[in-house]
Structures are given as C-alpha cells and as structure tokens.
C-alpha cells in the first residue's frame, strides 16, 4: 500500500524532475527554432570576424556554430568539434583553440572535452526521462526506489557533463580574448545547465527519503504490547528490584520458578526473590 508521507515527496520530486527535464531541453534544443528562449541559449558567442569559413559572429549551441541570434545554424552535428564553426587549418583563429582534430579545426583539449560533455548531457537527458516516469509510482516503496536509482544515475551523468561544459567554454572565452576578440558566456545555456543541476538534485534527496520504510505503527504495537505485559504482570509495582520492569512473560517467569524449586543448595525462586524474602532457601 502507498504510504501518506511518500504521497507529498513523490509529487515534489516529480515537479522537480520536470523542472530539471525542462531546463536541458531548452539546451539541447537551442538554436533549433528561433523562438525564445531558444535563440537566446547558447554557450560561447565570441566574434570571429576574418576567420577562415567562420561567420563574423559565431554562437556555440549544443548541436550547432550558429550566426548572431541563433542564425544561419546550417545542419545539426552530434557532438561537434569545438572547430566546426570555421574551416581546415583556419586562417587569424586563436592557436589554442585550433589542431588537428576534427578535420583540422580543434585542438585535443576542446575535441574532447566538449565531445565528452556532449555525450554526458545525453546520459543525463536519457536518465532523466526514466527517473520522471518512474517517479509516478514513488508513493510505493519499490518505486521511490527504483526512481531514486535512475535520478542518481542522471545526477552523476549530469555532474560531469555541466562542469567539462563550463571548463570547455571557460577556456576558449579566454582564449578569443587574448587573441584581441570579444566573447562572452551564454547566460541562457549556463542558468539553465546549473539550475537543471539543482532541481535533479533536490529531486534524488526527495526519493531517497521516500525508500525509508515507515515505523509508526509499528511502533505504536510495541508500545501497546510493552503496556499490556505490564498491565498483566500484576500490581506488585514497587516490590522487589525487578517488579518496574512488566515486560516478562508469564512463562519466562514460570520456567524461572521451575528452575528456582530444582536448585538446592544457596538457591532461591523467583516468586521469593519478587516477594523480597527467602521463605523456601534450602541450605
């Protein structure tokens, strides 16, 4: 049966799992239409005036090297080189950034750190996906547990893909500069990317919380039965060291006297031991 307090934590995390599914689509559809907040998402936009094949303004979305606004994206390229915005060994662009990866246009380091951060956004998009739809039955206890199982796998996926996205584009803003170019940080891309993070995170802690199996009655059981022992233990409250305690059964208390009335020498029974005195001692 579905318990109460899993009821409130699994609609909480499953709003929270939307919230997270809904910010990394916007990232994975950016540059696709131009509607907002779409055109407004991406990356990097660094100016690449004079380089070779590139636009004069180039913005780095997840699938595209878009123009200014998300313009002129041409065909969608599953994880891109760093380089696809410019042609082979590109004239006027920033060293750092160029090599002989991906037809000659990226450098190893921004290759496969973005190719890297490319693939885990898609793990984490895909784990995700699994954590909402199971996260419908979170009020039992098998699917709070089995959706908690998928959310940390998203979590993880997405804890390495957002921080190579952020080093990634870090980097190569920095490098655009020192070559004398303006770039800036897509604040859409990197709001959505970390505010994704923390939903799936507050998500997962609520439906770990929801495997923790409910005691209260339980509990309440043991008290009545705790209470109940005591109740028929007897009104000898008070007598004897051991008469507060209530909670022995009648046949443990019997098997006690048994024991007491087959020891002989120096030994004594329960029921004399309770009473506070030593009628029956044999010595």
């Known amino acids: 049966m579905p318990s109460l307090f899993r009821i409130p934590l699994g609609f909480t995390s499953n709003l929270l799992l939307a ?19 779409l055109n407004r998402t ?6 690449t005036t004079g380089i070779t094949g590139a636009h004069p303004v180039t913005q780095w979305t997840y699938f595209y090297a878009c123009g200014e606004g998300n313009t002129d994206c041409g065909s969608a390229h599953p994880a891109m080189p760093f380089g696809k915005a410019w042609a082979a060994d590109p004239a006027n662009a920033p060293s750092d950034l160029v090599g002989k990866y991906g037809g000659h246009t990226t450098s190893h380091y921004y290759y496969y750190m973005w190719r890297f951060g490319w693939v885990f956004f898609l793990l984490a998009l895909l784990f995700n996906v699994l954590a909402f739809f199971t996260s419908f039955v979170s009020c039992f206890r098998i699917g709070s547990g089995i959706s908690s199982l998928l959310a940390m796998i998203a979590l993880v996926c997405l804890s390495v893909a957002v921080p190579l996205m952020t080093a990634t584009f870090v980097k190569a803003r920095n490098a655009f500069r020192r070559s004398g170019r303006s770039a800036r940080l897509g604040r859409y891309a990197f ?3 970390w505010a994704a993070w923390t939903a799936l995170f507050l998500a997962t802690i609520l439906l770990c919380c929801g495997i923790r199996k409910g005691g209260s009655g339980r509990r309440r059981d043991d008290s009545a039965y705790i209470n109940g022992s005591g109740a028929a233990a007897g009104t000898g409250a008070g007598v004897g060291p051991r008469a507060g305690a ?21 030994s004594f029974s329960k029921t004399n031991y309770a009473d506070g005195g030593l009628d029956n001692v044999n010595v």
Not at 22 to 31: A, D, P
Not at 42 to 47: E, P, R, S, T
């Open 191 to 193: 709001g959505f990317s």
């Open 19 to 37: 919230t997270s599914l809904l910010f990394l689509f916007f990232i994975i559809l950016s540059g696709v239409t131009n509607h907002t907040p």
């Open 246 to 266: 209530g909670a022995a059964s009648p046949s443990w208390r019997n098997g006690w006297r048994r024991s007491g009335r087959r020891n002989r020498a120096g």
């Open 42 to 47: 991406y990356f990097l936009q660094a100016d």
